[in-house]
């Protein structure tokens, strides 16, 4: 797997933030001294200290979870993850639903199922694999996919993420207020060394499941994250060229700056 240059080795010293959120008075250092190695929530290495572009290139989507609990330690972090996205006028209106109650997770799962039946299953099977996927990997991505189907509601720990938006229309823009925070809770679930994956089946039958999950007026859900302890391992994620992707100036012209 091709990896993107960059330092290595080097310390970068935060800032240290008070209570408040007040930045470092006058005089005092602003560096912290360097942390001792951390260990992770199976007593092994804290992956946490992982170059965030090895977290993103192997930040693979973690369908089979085990359904041993998570620490709400973890699940906390994961959330802070997430409220330090960027957002539209900060106006911070995400919302976040962690749910562990069984009963409302089989609620939901029925839908989740009918969705799959009726649309994602057949979907898969009359498409081609997606570029940089064999066909022999798409095949146990379906099975992954139906596994989940089977067994959603047997994660540990879902976080429902929602915004609160009034009687607002959600609008094509909407997304940019909440998925950028969907995006720092999985990269903080891969840091972690938790399984997670962005789910949007369930809008499908966006009323029933908002019903069985109990939001208000007002709130509407964007993603559902199972969160869980993997049965698999981490790996690179499989992706087509970045060339055939990327243009410079004008649709279609190649961008320079990216090799083949």
């Known amino acids: 797997m091709a990896r993107l ?63 041993d609990p998570v620490p709400d330690e973890l699940i906390g972090k994961i959330l802070q993850a997430g409220a330090c996205a960027p957002n539209g006028g900060n106006t911070q209106r995400w919302r976040f639903l962690v749910i562990k109650d069984s009963q409302i997770k089989r609620a939901v799962q029925v839908h989740y199922k009918r969705a799959f039946d009726e649309v994602i299953g057949p979907r898969y099977l009359n498409s081609a694999p997606p570029p940089g996927v064999s066909r022999e990997r798409y095949n146990r991505q379906h099975a992954a996919v139906e596994y989940l189907t089977n067994h959603f509601h047997e994660a540990p720990v879902w976080i429902v993420a929602c915004l609160e938006e009034g009687t607002a229309t959600p609008t094509r823009g909407s997304g940019a207020s909440i998925y950028p925070a969907v995006q720092n809770m999985l990269l903080a679930a891969r840091a972690l060394g938790l399984g997670a994956t962005l789910t949007t089946r369930h809008l499908l039958y966006e009323k029933e499941s908002e019903a069985a999950l109990g939001l208000p007026p007002g709130v509407h859900s964007y993603a559902i994250l199972p969160i869980g302890y993997p049965m698999g391992k981490f790996g690179p994620v499989g992706r087509g060229p970045l060339a055939d992707i990327v243009y410079q100036d004008r649709w279609g012209n190649p961008y320079r700056g990216v090799k083949e």
């Not at 250092?29 to 092994?44: L, N």
């Not at 290495?45 to 170059?51: F, K, L, R, S």
């Open 5 to 67: 240059p960059g330092p290595k080795n080097v310390a970068v010293a935060p800032i240290v933030l008070h209570s408040g959120g007040a930045r470092n008075p006058p005089g005092r250092s602003m560096i912290r001294p360097p942390r001792p190695e951390r260990t992770g929530a199976k007593g092994g290495p804290m992956p946490g200290d992982t170059d965030l572009f090895e977290i993103m290139q192997t930040m693979r989507a973690m369908r089979r979870l085990k359904p």
